[in-house]
């Protein structure tokens, strides 16, 4: 039989472990939720700033685009203003060289008139000869500005063709560019939220435990006084019970008392008595 000293010192050790489990499974509850709530509240300022910074990238893209497609209009317009400035100095040209022939041919008719030579012959094939020239000279000036005029024209629809062109594809890249910020935002929301349920769920084992703890160390303690009430004798079988001492007619404080009878008239002096009221009789019992 143990030791009824020692099973209370082990009893009360076995509560107070219960306890202290019981604190400790709490404290790891309270800061496994509080960690999970941090790190939930760090994940949401993250996904706000991703979804700040994907706003931010794509009106920085979508304006670099507009600028894109603003300086190519500009350029297309500068190019064409060109085209109009050399068609205009084309005909100012074909004018000048037109007006320089006739200057000449009429120069040269006046010399011949002046020295008897008429338009037969060879004067005659000389003026032809110099009036298809003029006429080529002519063409020839007439088709170099029209051509020079028609290239800038090309370049300038390229040059507009080309701006849309990057238009579109920075365009497009802003697009992009939100599309992955939202992934990148919704993969930190869900790592977020994955953090604060695996941190509820520690939580929960943590109490879980504290409460293991402490019913294992109320169990462990009850146990261990009932082995020292029963090392006591607390538990102990024969006369000392109250069952046995019924069976002998004793009680456990001393021997029972047999009945007095008083009677209405006299207050006997002996050891019983009875008191007499009618034809009921009050019996009970005093000291030996």
Known sequence: MADPVTAAIVGGAA???????????????????????????????????EADRGRITRDITERNAEVIADRASYNAFALERQADQLE???????????????????????????????????PATVAFADAHAAAVNLANIEFRGKQAAA????????????????????MQQAYLQQYASDIQRA?????????????MSKAYQAKQQANAALVNGFASAVTAGVGAYGGAGGFASGASTPTAMAGSGKSAFGAVPGPRTFGMGTFGSGSTGQFASGNSNFNFYGGS
């Open 187 to 199: 993969n930190i929301i869900n790592e977020g939220n994955m953090n604060m349920y695996a941190g």
């Open 15 to 49: 509560l107070t472990k219960g306890v202290s489990g019981y604190k400790a499974g709490q404290s790891s509850a309270k800061s496994a939720m509080a960690t999970a709530q941090y790190n939930k509240q760090i994940a949401d300022i993250n996904a706000q700033m």
């Open 151 to 170: 290239s800038i024209d090309q370049t300038a629809a390229m040059t507009r063709y080309q701006g849309k062109s990057d238009y579109n594809a920075t």
């Open 88 to 122: 205009d100095q084309t005909d100012f040209d074909l004018q000048i060289a037109e007006r320089q022939y006739d200057i000449f041919t009429s120069e040269k008719r006046a010399k011949w008139g002046n020295s008897g030579v008429t338009m037969q012959g060879s």
